[in-house]
C-alpha cells in the first residue's frame, strides 16, 4: 500500500487496472493491489461466504433509494462519509438474509421492519399512523410534547414520516410537526404503489440540525418473523413385494425436503434460539403433521417421509417459528402455493374445556372452482409441540366446530390460525385471536 496527495484532485476513489484507489478519512489517498477473489476447501464456509455477501450487497442496494431521509436522520458524518456509506454501517449485517430458490439461485430477504434510517439521542415524539383504504392516504397522528426542552429535546425539534414501498423499493418524507405541536398530517400513496407492502417510520430532527433521534418503524405492528427454509418435495414408487412375477401394486412414497438457513443476528421479534417448525398439511384427508426443524440460528438439511397415503398433489407445506420463550409466533407461511388466497372472518370463542369456530359465509361443495376450497383452524401449541387440525369449510366440515385441547395444554402457549386453501391452489393465513 502507498499513501499520496494529488494536487489536482482533493479526492479519488476507483480501480484502475489491478489497482485500487481510495480516499481515507485524514483526507490522504491509498493506491492499492486489488484483492484476489479466495478459494475454499470447505464447500459450507463458501456457502456462508456467499449468502453473507449477497445479504451485505442489498444494504448498498437501498442505500441510494432513502437518501432523502438519510441525509437528516444520519448526520455527523466524517470526512468522506456519505448517507449512503453511513447508512451501509448500520444495515449491513441486519437488514437482509439471502437464501437459495428451488432453482440454487440466490435471492435477498429484506426485513424492512428492522431498516435503520437514523440515529441519535434526541428524543422521540408519540406518532401514530394509520392507512385509509377508502381514501386510499395514510393518516398520521402526533402528540405535542410539553416537557422541558434539553439537550435531547426542544420545542422547535421537528418530526418527520417516512413511507417506504417494499415491493417497488420506493420511499417519500412526509414532514410533519413540531414538537410542541399536536395534529393530524395526510399523507396520498402514490399511484402503483403496493399497499400491502408499506413500511411506516418516524424520526425526529434537532432544531439545531446537527442531531437527530433513532428511526422507529411504527408500521407494520410487531410480528415475529418466519424462518428462512427452502421446500422441495420427490415421490417414488416402492414395488410391494420382490420378485419376478410381482404384480402387485406399487406404493407411492413422498419426501419432503427442507433447507434452513441459519439466523444468527437478534432483535426484539428474531433470536437464534427461537424454535421452527414445518406443518404438513393433507388437504385429502384434512390431516396435519408437524417436524421440528431446530432452532432459528442453526443451518440445517432435513427429509420428512410421509405415511402411505399421502399424495404430493395433496400437500401444503408451511413453516412456523415460535420465540424462544413460546410467547409469540409467527404466522404459518407456504412454501408450495402462492399466496392470495381469500380468508372469511373466523371467530374464536371458549368455554371451560373446548374451543369453538365460527367461519363466516360458509360454502358448500359446488361445481364453482373458486367454491371447492377449504378452511381449516390451526391450533398450535408451542409446550407441547403439537398441532391440530379443526376443518371449517369442505366435503365433510361445518361451521360452528369445536376442538378440546389436551388437559396438559395451557392457553398462553397456544396460537390459533386461519387457513384457507383454493381450488385454483392458492393459500393464506391469518392469526386469530379469542374474543372475550
Known sequence: MADFKSVIALEMSGTIGDKTIRTLPSGKMSINQKAASPTFDDKEVEEARDLRIKGFGAAGHIAPLVTDVTRLGLPGRKRGE???????????????????????????????????????????????????????????????????????????????????????????????????????????????????????????????????????????????????????????EIPTATGQDNDAPARREVTVHLVKTAQKRETPNITPRDDVYAVIINTANDRVKLHPLGKRGKRGNFRVTLPEGWEAADLLVYTVAVLHDLSRASVPRCHNAPGGADIPDVTVTRDKTALAFAAAEARDNSDNEDDARRLYAAVLDARLRSIDLVPLHGSHANTPAAFTPPAESLKRFRFLYAIAVTGEGKSGTKQLAIES
Open 82 to 236: 456519505t448517507p449512503s456509506t453511513r447508512f451501509m454501517q448500520e444495515n449491513a449485517k441486519t437488514l437482509c438474509d439471502a437464501v437459495r430458490d428451488e432453482q440454487g439461485e440466490l435471492q435477498r430477504v429484506y426485513d424492512f421492519r428492522e431498516m435503520v434510517l437514523a440515529t441519535g439521542n434526541i428524543k422521540p415524539v408519540a406518532i401514530t399512523a394509520t392507512i385509509d383504504a377508502e381514501t386510499n392516504k395514510i393518516v398520521f397522528e402526533q402528540t405535542a410534547d410539553t416537557t422541558p426542552s434539553s439537550g435531547t429535546r426542544h420545542p422547535d425539534d421537528m418530526a418527520y414520516g417516512y413511507v417506504f414501498d417494499g415491493t417497488n423499493e420506493e420511499g417519500e418524507l412526509v414532514p410533519l410537526r413540531a414538537r410542541s405541536e399536536s395534529g393530524s398530517t395526510s399523507f396520498a400513496i402514490p399511484a402503483g404503489w403496493d399497499k400491502t407492502n408499506l413500511f411506516i417510520y418516524t424520526l425526529v430532527k434537532f432544531h439545531e440540525g446537527k442531531k437527530s433521534s433513532a428511526s422507529t418503524c411504527i408500521y407494520p405492528p410487531a410480528a415475529v418473523r418466519d424462518a428462512l427454509v427452502r421446500v422441495t418435495m420427490d415421490e417414488r
